[in-house]
């Protein structure tokens, strides 16, 4: 088992590389990035001292080098101006647009992304879960129905429609708070436990929002594949043994269906991230979403490599987790790799 | 007969619908099993036999319901109706006092759970035992089903165990609780012939010992006569006869009893039959010469920096035969003996090892090296060889006609204008027994055995010299099975044809072949004339099969000290058969056209 885990870390590890270089070499693509704007501006004016200023920020961003050098840089990998600093040294890059460090611009950001999509996976398995499973069993009732009702309700719905809908009706019967991550109060604040709280009350509305559709698929992907279980001869097996038909079901045909399920987590993260950048920008909420939106469009190169890298590990981490789960719960898949 | 005990399950009326407006699947069975007996149920495919059995545990499938019937159990000092009882007293009956054993284990079996957890499970529900007691009782009864080590199986994925093994866990899971009456739907239909045999033997060691009775549902008449004490017959969900094995199977009293006793062919019968018959001029014309085919799988690589690790996989070792023209060459063998990967390495479908030579003669007198064709002459030949599969299911599109299905080969050979190929496909369903109004329907409008000889149509759509049939009538009903064989037969005489045909099936080979080749490991270990091989088996794997092969007769039992002798691995023959690893014996003549794998 450990060496499985360590071969799929190794695995991802390469993936990132990889991944790396083509995001290094789209971002790089277009011509006109910001710093290169800025530069032949300053040629363009003809002073002494913006010239200087202009070949300054060549040497100091390795405009002067070649392109592969450049890159080697970026990650961390060869001397840069001012030595290895890199990616990997955790030196995230220089925001030109904003001018302020990377790190900086997407600090607080990142976490908020990660929370919130964190809350909304759950979110999404917490419902979906108990709701395709029992629309599977109770297969052609009004439950089921139900179900399949509230789930293309769901699937239907654009997005940000629902979160001006809840936001609405949040605030006028619950109190929800209407927009952003957190109070204005707490903005720039460092972390307390009233501010937790606070962020909490944030995250509902977003979480539902956002997790909505895939909620909705999820229901109807699990009630499938669990009515297909249903059939299998397993089962029958059970009930001849004299188990109860909800034991039954949930220890044999269920476990059988969750694998895709959990298979999904990997899917489910990037599309989440990508997803949630018109909500975010709806809804007003401080996630790497709008900040990767205008990185991308004033072609901040650092900025959105960064982010873009940061999207795929995301997803990369949550493959592994859906791949370790996948083990531990499908021994099939455990002993794959073992001799038989 | 006053004195007699009440049965231990008495069935009357039973009646199964799928809905009031829909003929009754089940209609009006009635029969009753005593404790301690063995009743088997026969019938073909949708006899209505699984359902009956299903229908006393309760676990029907969705739309199916017991419309009217009784089914008295009297065990442990109770007595109840089991199709009236509430569902959480009959759950208290299930897996307690009766147990069941379905056909396939494989998918019988949750894949995710442990055997033993899965055994387990049954006394967990039905005994209020510690977990330790509990473990105990599954290891000794892991231990009663023949496990070598029990505890290894306890903690052991069904997928990690073999069919025989699967089915044993299967057994130890119905009668882990020691009920009063096992229902076993197809125990063995799954397994190999020898597999079979110690199945069959395990159950009836089992019964004995713990007193039980058997419900042995069935298609297989072999398998009546080696197990049950009475039998019924079911055809369309109603009860044909029922009385002791003795007195329907030695003297069937309704018609459709005495069709499925004639259907069922016997090694015996037909080798003693093929004797006037065998010896065609051998080798004379021989339209198809094997020599030196062997197949070696590489290890399976398991990333990217892991290189040949484990052995490379011997499929098939050394195979050489010559199949004269117009006769039957069987390769006989179970699962994993290396007989389908030699048919596709003839028909180019796999590549073989270096150094094998296929030599076919067709009508025309070419000889091809087969083995080195491409382009337009492997079309050629591909065209004078066709295949026959196992599943009609499986082998047909389900999404194109008859028609198109028949029409399709003689497209790709450009051969006819597409009218004249159209009467073609007309001609072949005359030719196969079915009318050709039928050709604009799909596959799935047909039976198994009509799909079968559409699959036989296709085949002879190019009009092939060889014919090589990969286990043609194992998917089919005993009745169909005879249906299908005459018409090979038929075409065998009216074309000329050449059979290779693929079985593990002894009485189907029995019947079929001129010359038998038994394939063991990769190997062939017997070949030879019909007669002489099924008259004087002298290779202990042989005498295995054929001593494993269940028929409808009543005198003979199944002999299980020849099928341990040689339903081992090559390594567990005795000498001078035996051998390890690579180190086989060579092929001996020991009487004339009669070979055997042995040291002189």
């Known amino acids: 088992m450990i060496l499985f885990v360590l071969r799929r870390i190794w695995a991802m590890v390469w993936t990132l590389a990889v991944v790396s270089v083509l995001v290094f070499v789209i971002v790089n693509l277009p011509p006109g990035d910001f710093l290169s704007n800025q530069i032949a501006q300053l040629r363009a004016s003809g002073e002494a001292a913006s010239v200087a200023r202009a070949e300054f920020l060549m040497r100091e961003f390795a405009l002067d080098r070649p392109m592969w050098q450049q890159y080697l840089i970026w990650v961390g990998?060869?001397?840069?101006?001012?030595?290895?600093?890199?990616?990997?040294?955790?030196?995230?890059?220089?925001?030109?647009?904003?001018?302020?460090?990377?790190?900086?611009?997407?600090?607080?950001?990142?976490?908020?992304?990660?929370?919130?999509?964190?809350?909304?996976?759950?979110?999404?398995?917490?419902?979906?879960?108990?709701?395709?499973?029992?629309?599977?069993?109770?297969?052609?009732?009004?439950?089921?129905?139900?179900?399949?009702?509230?789930?293309?309700?769901?699937?239907?719905?654009?997005?940000?429609?629902?979160?001006?809908?809840?936001?609405?009706?949040?605030?006028?019967?619950?109190?929800?708070?209407?927009?952003?991550?957190?109070?204005?109060?707490?903005?720039?604040?460092?972390?307390s436990i009233a501010k937790l709280g606070d962020i909490l009350g944030h995250l509902i509305v977003p979480v539902i929002v956002i997790g909505t559709a895939g909620m909705a698929g999820m229901v109807r992907r699990l009630r499938a594949n669990l009515l297909d279980e249903l059939g299998k001869p397993y089962v029958t097996t059970a009930l001849a043994k004299g188990v109860p038909p909800a034991r039954a079901v949930l220890r044999y045909p269920l476990r059988m269906a969750l694998n895709p399920f959990v298979a999904d987590i990997g899917n489910l993260l990037p599309g989440l991230v990508s997803g949630s950048v018109l909500v975010s920008l709806v809804m007003g909420l401080q996630t790497i979403g709008p900040i990767l939106l205008s990185a991308l469009r004033s072609q901040d190169y650092f900025l959105s490599g960064f982010i873009l890298m940061f999207v795929?590990?995301?997803?990369?981490?949550?493959?592994?987790?859906?791949?370790?789960?996948?083990?531990?719960?499908?021994?099939?898949?455990?002993?794959?790799?073992?001799?038989? | 007969m006053s004195s007699a005990p009440p049965p231990l399950l008495a069935v009357t009326d039973l009646t199964v619908s799928f809905g009031p407006a829909l003929p009754p699947v089940v209609d009006g069975l009635s029969f009753s099993i005593d404790a301690g007996q063995t009743l088997a149920i026969v019938g073909e495919s949708g006899s209505g036999k699984t359902l009956t059995g299903r229908a006393l545990m309760g676990i029907l499938p969705r739309g199916a319901q017991v419309v009217r019937g009784r089914a008295q159990f009297r065990a442990g000092g109770e007595d109840s109706d089991l199709l009236s009882l509430p569902a959480a007293a009959l759950r208290r009956l299930c897996g307690k006092r009766i147990g069941m054993i379905f056909q396939e284990p494989m998918s019988a079996l949750s894949p995710l759970h442990t055997v033993g957890a899965q055994v387990a499970e049954v006394l967990e529900l039905h005994s209020a035992l510690p977990a330790a007691e509990i473990r105990a009782r599954c290891l000794a009864t892991f231990a009663e089903v023949g496990f070598p080590d029990p505890g290894r199986a306890f903690a052991a994925y069904p997928f990690e165990l073999s069919g025989g093994l699967r089915q044993r866990a299967m057994i130890a899971m119905a009668v882990v609780a020691e009920p009063d009456l096992v229902i076993a739907d197809e125990p063995t239909t799954a397994l190999d012939v020898t597999t079979q045999a110690q199945v069959?033997?395990?159950?009836?060691?089992?019964?004995?010992?713990?007193?039980?009775?058997?419900?042995?549902?069935?298609?297989?008449?072999?398998?009546?006569?080696?197990?049950?004490?009475?039998?019924?017959?079911?055809?369309?969900?109603?009860?044909?006869?029922?009385?002791?094995?003795?007195?329907?199977?030695?003297?069937?009293?309704?018609?459709?009893?005495?069709?499925?006793?004639?259907?069922?062919?016997?090694?015996?019968?037909?080798?003693?039959?093929?004797?006037?018959?065998?010896?065609?001029?051998?080798?004379?014309?021989?339209?198809?010469?094997?020599?030196?085919?062997?197949?070696?799988?590489?290890?399976?690589?398991?990333?990217?920096?892991?290189?040949?690790?484990?052995?490379?996989?011997?499929?098939?070792?050394?195979?050489?035969?010559?199949?004269?023209?117009?006769?039957?060459?069987?390769?006989?063998?179970?699962?994993?003996?290396?007989?389908?990967?030699?048919?596709?390495?003839?028909?180019?479908?796999?590549?073989?090892?270096?150094?094998?030579?296929?030599?076919?003669?067709?009508?025309?007198?070419?000889?091809?090296?087969?083995?080195?064709?491409?382009?337009?002459?492997?079309?050629?030949?591909?065209?004078?060889?066709?295949?026959?599969?196992?599943?009609?299911?499986?082998?047909?599109?389900?999404?194109?006609?008859?028609?198109?299905?028949?029409?399709?080969?003689?497209?790709?050979?450009?051969?006819?204008?597409?009218?004249?190929?159209?009467?073609?496909?007309?001609?072949?369903?005359?030719?196969?027994?079915?009318?050709?109004?039928?050709?604009?329907?799909?596959?799935?409008?047909?039976?198994?055995?009509?799909?079968?000889?559409?699959?036989?149509?296709?085949?002879?759509?190019?009009?092939?010299?060889?014919?090589?049939?990969?286990?043609?009538?194992?998917?089919?009903?005993?009745?169909?099975?005879?249906?299908?064989?005459?018409?090979?037969r038929a075409l065998k005489d009216a074309r000329g044809l050449s059979y290779l045909f693929i079985s593990h099936n002894l009485p189907v080979v029995a019947d079929m072949a001129d010359q038998v080749a038994v394939m063991r490991a990769g190997r062939i270990v017997e070949q030879g004339p019909v007669a002489a091989l099924f008259g004087n088996p002298v290779h202990p794997y042989t005498r295995a099969l054929i001593a494993a092969s269940p028929e409808p007769v009543l005198t003979r039992r199944l002999d299980l000290r020849l099928v341990a002798q040689g339903a081992g691995p090559p390594h567990d023959w005795p000498a001078p058969f035996g051998y390890r690893g690579d180190d086989a014996p060579p092929l001996t003549e020991v009487a004339p056209t009669h070979f055997v794998r042995m040291a002189a």
Not at chain 1, 146 to 166: E, K, Q
Not at chain 2, 257 to 286: F, G, I, K, N, S
Not at chain 2, 341 to 360: H, K, S
């Open chain 1, 312 to 340: 795929c590990f995301l997803t990369l981490v949550g493959m592994l987790v859906s791949d370790l789960l996948l083990a531990w719960l499908d021994p099939r898949i455990r002993y794959a790799g073992r001799d038989r």
């Open chain 2, 200 to 488: 069959l033997d395990l159950l009836k060691s089992l019964q004995a010992r713990r007193g039980m009775a058997l419900m042995l549902i069935t298609h297989d008449l072999g398998v009546v006569c080696a197990m049950a004490d009475r039998v019924a017959v079911m055809r369309r969900g109603r009860l044909m006869e029922a009385g002791s094995v003795a007195a329907v199977i030695g003297a069937p009293g309704h018609a459709y009893t005495r069709a499925l006793v004639a259907a069922a062919p016997q090694v015996a019968a037909q080798a003693a039959a093929a004797t006037e018959a065998a010896a065609p001029a051998a080798a004379a014309d021989a339209i198809l010469a094997v020599s030196g085919l062997n197949k070696t799988y590489p290890p399976r690589r398991r990333g990217l920096f892991d290189r040949g690790r484990g052995a490379p996989v011997a499929a098939v070792r050394d195979v050489a035969f010559t199949l004269p023209r117009g006769s039957t060459l069987a390769v006989v063998g179970e699962s994993g003996s290396g007989k389908t990967t030699v048919a596709r390495m003839i028909l180019r479908a796999e590549r073989a090892d270096p150094g094998a030579r296929v030599a076919f003669r067709g009508r025309d007198g070419q000889m091809r090296d087969v083995l080195t064709l491409d382009g337009a002459a492997l079309k050629a030949f591909r065209a004078r060889v066709q295949m026959v599969f196992q599943d009609p299911y499986a082998a047909l599109s389900p999404r194109m006609t008859v028609a198109e299905i028949l029409t399709e080969p003689l497209a790709i050979h450009g051969r006819l204008s597409p009218h004249d190929r159209r009467d073609r496909a007309a001609a072949l369903m005359r030719q196969v027994g079915l009318s050709p109004d039928h050709l604009a329907r799909y596959p799935h409008a047909f039976s198994g055995g009509q799909r079968q000889r559409i699959a036989i149509a296709r085949a002879l759509a190019l009009d092939p010299e060889l014919l090589v049939c990969d286990e043609p009538t194992s998917a089919l009903d005993v009745s169909v099975q005879a249906q299908v064989l005459d018409l090979f």
């Open chain 1, 77 to 191: 990998l060869w001397p840069g101006p001012g030595g290895f600093s890199g990616l990997l040294q955790g030196d995230l890059g220089w925001s030109f647009e904003l001018n302020r460090p990377v790190s900086a611009v997407v600090g607080e950001a990142l976490w908020l992304t990660v929370a919130l999509n964190l809350f909304t996976v759950l979110f999404v398995y917490a419902v979906a879960l108990p709701l395709g499973a029992i629309a599977a069993v109770r297969a052609n009732t009004w439950i089921d129905y139900l179900a399949t009702f509230v789930g293309y309700i769901g699937l239907a719905t654009p997005n940000f429609l629902l979160a001006l809908i809840l936001y609405h009706y949040g605030a006028h019967w619950f109190g929800l708070p209407v927009g952003g991550l957190m109070s204005n109060a707490y903005l720039d604040q460092p972390m």
